[in-house]
């Protein structure tokens, strides 16, 4: 079975700190995702890799950086921790062919960040 | 700019029933559409895949069919459960990117 591992299911930071958030799957996607979620705005897309060093901004990429530097893991950075980043963060990964084998985007489990 | 959009937003319906949840995509352009489960706190558990090319697929008391050309995918649920109630996301794969955009979500409830 295909496993996308966030590090961190529950983080409580400061404002204006520093905060990482770690991905690793174990499948060699080539494709990975950060997407937050917050109620009634569903899932928007922060920033995608589709190669190791290698990254694109999504929808909402202000006050977020990532890092690629290995295949299986993708980190996500707050450079510095605000409130209103007090979200659900949700990594995922695929792989980018077209054949079945990219079809499917798979998740981890979330990471609950609540920034005080 | 492919925008996915479900409706009803919740649903609330006793055990038995069946029912049908609704999802709408603004650009036919699509390699895929799957529908997702997530239950609450937890990560998106994919529940059925369909290539553009395809109407329908089936896994077990579920159905999800799509028309590309109108823009629509319905996920219908047969004899409802409790343990279904959860939010269920469609997503749609461009055919031109990499990206999956996902829709609000339907949060499901089934009473016993």
């Known amino acids: 079975d295909v496993k996308v591992t966030q590090s961190s299911r529950y983080l409580v930071k400061r404002t204006g700190e520093k905060v990482f958030l770690e991905c690793v799957q174990d499948?060699?996607?080539?494709?990975m995702f950060w997407y937050r979620q917050d109620p009634g705005l569903g899932l928007r897309l922060i920033y995608f890799s589709y190669d190791v060093k290698m990254k694109e901004k999504g929808d909402i990429p202000e006050g977020y950086s990532v890092s690629r530097e290995k295949k299986e893991r993708f980190s996500l950075i707050l450079e510095s921790a605000s409130t209103n980043q007090t979200s659900m963060y949700l990594c995922?990964?695929?792989?980018?062919?077209?054949?079945?084998?990219?079809?499917?985007?798979?998740f981890g489990e979330g990471s609950w960040l609540t920034v005080v | 700019k492919q925008e996915v959009t479900q409706i009803p937003a919740a649903l609330s319906v006793p055990e038995g029933e069946n029912l049908v949840l609704n999802c709408s995509f603004t650009?036919?352009?699509?390699?895929?559409l799957q529908w997702f489960r997530q239950d609450p706190g937890k990560g998106l558990t994919s529940l059925l895949l369909i290539q553009s090319s395809q109407r329908e697929q089936t896994s077990g008391r579920l159905n999800a069919s799509l028309d590309k050309s109108s823009g629509r995918s319905t996920l219908y649920i047969a004899a409802s459960q409790p343990g279904d109630s959860a939010t269920y996301l469609c997503a749609v794969r461009t055919s031109y990117g990499q990206n999956f955009v996902f829709g609000p979500g339907t949060r499901l409830s089934v009473l016993p």
């Open positions: 650009d036919s352009a699509i390699y895929n």
């Open positions: 995922a990964s695929s792989f980018s062919g077209r054949g079945a084998a990219g079809n499917t985007i798979y």
């Open positions: 499948m060699d996607h080539e494709n």
